[in-house]
């Protein structure tokens, strides 16, 4: 089955840029989505097919998908962006998630 | 403003059943494809489960096939899960997702159930 790996940390200073990186074979072939999940909370949608955001989703967050890794990237890091985010993508009738990111602002 | 309300979750022991619920309103429900995501305690998501407009087709991750059943009620606006035969492992806050439009993608979540399988 297909595998999504995801760092498991990532640290950064506020007002930096973050990049959060999905790693899988091919990848660049598929669509990549991406979550946000605060502590305690539901997840949110924050990037969809690779660059696009949901309206409310600060120009801020943005992505990118080539070769075999997707990359969302959050510019002007914020103490409210520490969260968990996760890469998903469908792959034969399955939906698969990364193993999750979780993003620390130092 | 579409809203996500699960329901169901609870204590229950191995090899056990557990029936979830999962409200809907704000949207016309019969026009969406919509899953279960779990969540696991300190661990990332995991998709269980899936089903189409009209439930014409109907997904499941490999660990619950053969255990879980996804069903919907349109004329309810509720999607359900039945989960039979649960495990420790099962163990993990269940979230009710709504499928954007024709897409691949889940744009809105409910807040989640707990379902916890002692062993």
């Known amino acids: 089955s297909y595998v999504l790996t995801q760092a498991p940390s990532v640290s950064v200073a506020p007002g930096d840029t973050a990049r959060v990186t999905c790693g899988g074979n091919?990848?660049?072939?598929?669509?990549v989505h991406w979550y946000q999940q605060r502590p305690g909370q539901a997840p949110v949608l924050v990037i969809y097919?690779?660059?696009d955001r949901p309206s409310g989703i600060p120009e801020r967050f943005s992505g990118s998908n080539s070769g075999n890794t997707a990359t969302l990237a959050i510019s002007r890091v914020e103490a409210g962006d520490e969260a968990d985010y996760y890469c998903?993508?469908?792959?034969?009738?399955?939906?698969?998630f990364g193993g999750g990111t979780k993003l620390s602002v130092l | 403003e579409v809203l996500l309300v699960e329901s169901g979750g609870g204590l229950v022991k191995a090899g056990g059943s557990l029936r979830l619920s999962c409200a809907t309103s704000?949207?016309?429900?019969?026009?969406?494809?919509m899953n279960w995501v779990r969540q696991a305690p300190g661990k990332g998501l995991e998709w269980v489960s899936s089903?189409?407009?009209?439930?014409?087709?109907?997904y499941y991750a490999d660990s619950v096939r053969g255990r879980f059943a996804i069903s919907r009620d349109d004329a309810k606006n509720s999607l359900y899960l039945q989960m039979n035969g649960l495990r420790a492992e099962d163990t993990a806050v269940y979230y009710c997702?709504?499928?954007?439009?024709?897409?691949?993608?889940?744009?809105?979540w409910g807040r989640g159930t707990l379902v916890t399988v002692s062993s």
């Open positions: 997702a709504r499928t954007s439009g024709s897409h691949d993608y889940f744009d809105y």
């Open positions: 704000g949207f016309t429900f019969r026009d969406y494809n």
């Open positions: 089903i189409t407009i009209g439930s014409s087709y109907i």
């Open positions: 091919n990848i660049g072939s598929k669509s």
């Open positions: 097919y690779d660059s």
């Open positions: 998903q993508v469908w792959d034969r009738g399955h939906v698969i």
